[in-house]
């Protein structure tokens, strides 16, 4: 579970760091984003069979970190659309 937390904090982090633009985002928004990032890397990595949803794999990774930066960017802007 620890593990599962650390990593959606760097996959969160990694997210931020690809996506354009300064984000205003805090630390718990970018751990859930990484979280729920991880999870989908790790659904489609299973549907594919390189692994189980919860297991770290290089495919699950990537596919983490790719919509891990979607959910960013939909988070900025929901919140900008908000602010306005």
């Not at 904090?9 to 859930?32: D, E, V």
């Not at 983490?64 to 802007?77: D, Q, R, W």
Request: aromatic fraction near 6%; avoid cysteine.
């Amino acid at each position: 579970m620890i593990g599962f937390i650390i990593a959606g904090l760097i996959i969160g982090a990694l997210a931020r760091l690809f996506t354009p633009g300064r984000q205003k985002l805090g630390l718990l928004a970018t751990l859930l984003l990484g979280l729920a990032g991880s999870v989908i890397g790790g659904t489609i990595a299973s549907f594919l069979g390189t692994g189980g949803i919860f297991e770290l794999n290089v495919l699950g990774f990537i596919v983490a970190v790719i919509s891990s930066v979607m959910l960013v960017g939909t988070a900025e802007s929901l919140a900008a659309r908000k602010k306005n």
